[in-house]
């Protein structure tokens, strides 16, 4: 595989029936020497209402590659906080640390390149009182896997997106635009 300068990806999974745990995770993945590995670094340190954290799977047991998350949406408690950073978190590393043993993220590259994903968590999840977190993991887990392999993969292509133009519609315009 060539080197992997600026690639971006994302994916959607919803969740179970009554829960609030859909997955959108946005990815880039570039070379540390590249857009993303400034961008990366750039991202050290907090922002108020976006924590960013290095991706771990456990204590000990950060992810290669390197990957950064942070989220789409002000964190306003320490209840969110604690999904972001325990079971989101440990979803996004298992599925990054699937992916390289699979053969998806090229193992052989694993120290040359570094990701940056940005993690929509749905506020209502940290005060959900029936929140399943299996299906956070879940969905959490597949997104990941989703949005780093179409990252890769060039997913969709322009062709794919041109084929589907008509029988593809924003969710939001549903009723609204014909297509």
């Not at 540390?32 to 991706?55: C, K, N, S, T």
């Amino acid at each position: 595989m060539s080197e992997i300068w600026l690639r971006v990806g994302e994916a959607t999974v919803l969740a179970a029936e009554g829960q609030f745990t859909d997955a959108m995770p946005e990815v880039m993945i570039g070379h540390v020497r590249g857009p993303v590995g400034q961008a990366f670094a750039a991202m050290a340190g907090q922002a108020a209402g976006h924590p960013r954290m290095l991706v771990i799977r456990d204590l000990n047991q950060m992810v290669r590659p390197a990957t950064m998350m942070t989220t789409k949406v002000t964190v306003n408690s320490s209840a969110y906080v604690e999904l972001l950073g325990g079971v989101v978190q440990a979803a996004t590393g298992d599925a990054i640390v699937d992916l390289l043993a699979e053969g998806i993220l090229p193992k052989d590259q694993a120290d040359d390149l570094c990701m940056i994903i940005m993690i929509w968590l749905d506020r209502r999840c940290a005060s959900d009182p029936n929140l399943d977190q299996k299906d956070l993991y879940r969905t959490n887990y597949e997104a990941t896997r989703l949005a780093i392999t179409r990252a890769l993969r060039g997913e969709p292509t322009a062709d794919q997106l041109i084929a589907n133009r008509r029988s593809v519609q924003h969710y939001a315009l549903e009723g609204i635009i014909e297509t």
